[in-house]
C-alpha cells in the first residue's frame, strides 16, 4: 500500500514538473514571437514619427493635441479593435507667447543673455519685463532662513541641482522638482517679484526645461512671474553672484492663462475571449510641453501603447480579458485626462485588474516597477526567468505612473516600464525634446517589452 501511495505522489509531481516545464516552454515562445515581430515588422517607430514631426508639440488645449486626438482615433480604428472612442474632458489651456529673453546685468549697459523658459502656468511679466536684484537659495526651505527683510522686492534663484549620485535619476529629479513646482508660491510671500529655477536636468547645456508649477492658494494679484534657466545659465549666474552680488537680472515673458477647453482621451479595445468584464489597460499621454515635439515624453509611451494590441493581432494571440490602450489627454499641467477615465470606470462599476503605463521614455527597457500586493509581486517574480534572454532584469515594488495612478485599490496591479533613464532627463520637457532623439530598435524593445508583461498577467490573471 505505502508502495502504491509513493508511485501515486510521484507520478503527481512528475506530471506537475511536466506541466510547468511545458507551460514555461510555451511562454518562452510566445515571448519570443512577440519580439520577433517588434523588431522585424513594429510600427511604433512609424506612428512616433508622423506624431512627432507631422503633429509635433501638443500641449492641452492647443491645435496640436487636438490634431493627436484625431490621429490616435484614425491610427486604433485602421487597426481593426473591436471598439474605439473618444472621452471627452475639460482641460487647462496656457500659451507661452512670444518667446522669453532674460539677461543678468552687471552695470548699466554691461549685459550677457542667458537662456529661459516660462514654467507652465506661470503668470506673465508685466510688459517690458521685470529687471530686479537677485537672491539666490538652495531651496524653499532656505526662504524662511532669509526671511522679508533678504527677499522682497528681489527675483529668487533657485539653484538646488539634481543629486548626481543617485542612480536613479528619477529619484534624483523628485529631490529638487519641489522648487519648480510650489518655489513661486513660497518666494512670493515673501514679497519676491519673480523666480528663476535651475532645470532639472543632469546635463550642463543651454536647454532650459519647462514643466507645471501650483501658486497654491495666491490670488492673482498675488502670483509672481516663473522660469526656468538651463543649467550653464544658473551655473554662470550663480558664478557672477559670488563675484558682484549686487548684480540685476532681467527677464521677459508673455504667456497667458485662458479658459478650460474639451479635449479627449482616446481609447480603443479588444474584447475579452473568455473574462470580457475584466479589464486590462496599457497607456501613455498623448499631451506633451510646447517646446519640443514630445517624442521621449511621452510620444514614445503613446506609440508603443498602442503597438501593444498591434502586435497581439499581428501574433494571433486573442486575450482573455479585454485589453484596453488609452492615450491619456493633460498630464503634463492636469492629469485630468487619468483623472476622468478612473472616474468614469467606476462610475461605470468596471472591473480594472491591471494597468501598465509607458511615461519614462523611449530608451533601452530595464523592467518594470510595481504597485501591487505581495502574491502578485511574486508571480512577477516567477517571470523573471521569461525576460533574462531580453536583458530585462529589473523587477521591484515602488511607483507605476501618474495617469494610471487613479485607478489604484485594493486589488487591481499598477505598473510601469522602467527604461535606462540615465538619459531621460536631457530632454524632458525641453526643446531637444524631439524625434531625432530616439533610438527605432530601443523603442521597438520597449514594445515588446510591454505586450509579454500584459501577456503573461492575461495568461495568468490577478492574484
Known amino acids: 500500500m505505502l508502495k502504491n501511495i509513493t508511485v501515486i505522489i510521484f507520478v503527481i509531481f512528475s506530471w506537475q514538473s511536466f506541466s510547468q ?77 512670444v518667446t522669453e529673453f532674460a539677461y543678468i546685468e552687471t552695470s548699466p ?62 529619484e534624483a529629479y523628485g529631490g529638487c522638482v519641489d522648487q519648480r513646482y510650489s518655489g513661486a508660491a513660497e518666494a512670493a510671500k515673501f514679497g519676491a517679484v519673480g523666480v528663476i529655477v535651475r532645470s532639472m536636468n543632469l546635463r550642463l547645456d543651454d536647454f532650459p526645461h519647462t514643466g507645471t508649477m501650483s501658486y497654491g492658494d495666491l490670488t492673482d494679484l498675488e502670483k509672481i512671474p516663473a522660469a526656468a534657466i538651463s543649467t ?70 503613446v506609440v508603443q501603447s498602442m503597438e501593444v494590441l498591434r502586435l497581439f493581432k499581428e501574433v494571433g494571440y486573442k486575450p482573455k480579458r479585454s485589453i484596453r490602450v488609452v492615450l491619456f489627454m493633460n498630464e503634463e499641467n492636469g492629469l485630468r485626462g487619468g483623472k476622468k477615465y478612473a472616474k468614469v470606470a467606476k462610475s461605470k462599476k468596471e472591473n480594472h485588474v491591471f494597468a501598465l503605463e509607458s511615461d519614462a521614455g523611449g530608451f533601452t527597457p530595464r523592467g518594470f516597477s510595481f504597485d501591487c500586493n505581495d502574491t502578485n509581486f511574486k508571480q512577477v517574480l516567477s517571470w523573471k526567468s521569461l525576460f533574462e534572454p531580453y536583458l530585462i532584469h529589473y523587477f521591484v515594488k515602488g511607483g507605476s505612473g501618474a495617469d494610471i495612478g487613479p485607478l489604484k485599490n485594493e486589488k487591481i496591479v499598477l505598473a510601469g516600464l522602467r527604461p535606462d533613464s540615465q538619459r531621460y532627463f536631457d530632454y524632458h520637457h525641453a526643446k531637444n525634446d524631439t524625434f531625432d532623439a530616439i533610438n527605432k530598435r530601443e523603442l521597438e524593445l520597449g514594445a515588446a517589452t510591454m505586450t509579454s508583461l500584459v501577456y503573461l498577467f492575461d495568461t495568468y490573471g490577478v492574484k
Request: glycine share 12%; proline share 4%.
Open 232 to 301: 550653464n545659465g544658473a551655473d554662470l549666474l550663480s558664478s557672477m553672484l559670488k563675484l558682484n552680488p549686487k548684480i540685476k537680472f532681467h527677464m521677459n515673458m508673455n504667456c497667458r492663462t485662458w479658459k478650460d477647453v474639451e479635449s479627449f482621451n482616446v481609447i480603443g479595445e479588444i474584447t475579452g475571449s473568455e473574462f470580457p468584464n475584466e479589464y486590462m489597460i496599457v497607456g501613455g499621454h498623448l499631451d506633451s510641453w510646447d517646446l519640443g515635439d514630445g517624442s521621449h515624453d511621452d510620444g514614445a509611451g
Open 109 to 170: 549697459g554691461t549685459t550677457t543673455n542667458v537662456p529661459i523658459c516660462a514654467l507652465g502656468g506661470s503668470v506673465p511679466t508685466p510688459i517690458g519685463g521685470i529687471k530686479n536684484p537677485i537672491v539666490e537659495v538652495q531651496g524653499i526651505e532656505d526662504l524662511r532662513k532669509l526671511g522679508t527683510s533678504e527677499i522682497e522686492g528681489k527675483i529668487v534663484f533657485f539653484n538646488r541641482p539634481m543629486q548626481a549620485d543617485l542612480i536613479n535619476t528619477f
Open 21 to 97: 516545464n511545458s507551460t514555461a516552454k510555451e511562454d518562452s515562445i510566445m515571448l519570443k514571437k512577440i519580439y520577433n515581430t517588434a523588431l522585424l515588422n513594429g510600427k511604433s517607430y512609424q506612428w512616433l514619427d508622423y506624431l512627432s514631426n507631422q503633429i509635433g508639440a501638443r500641449l492641452s488645449g492647443s491645435i496640436n493635441a487636438q490634431k493627436a486626438v484625431e490621429w490616435g482615433e484614425t491610427e486604433l480604428k485602421e487597426l481593426g479593435l473591436d471598439k474605439v472612442w473618444l472621452q471627452s474632458v475639460m482641460v487647462p489651456k496656457w500659451t507661452r507667447g
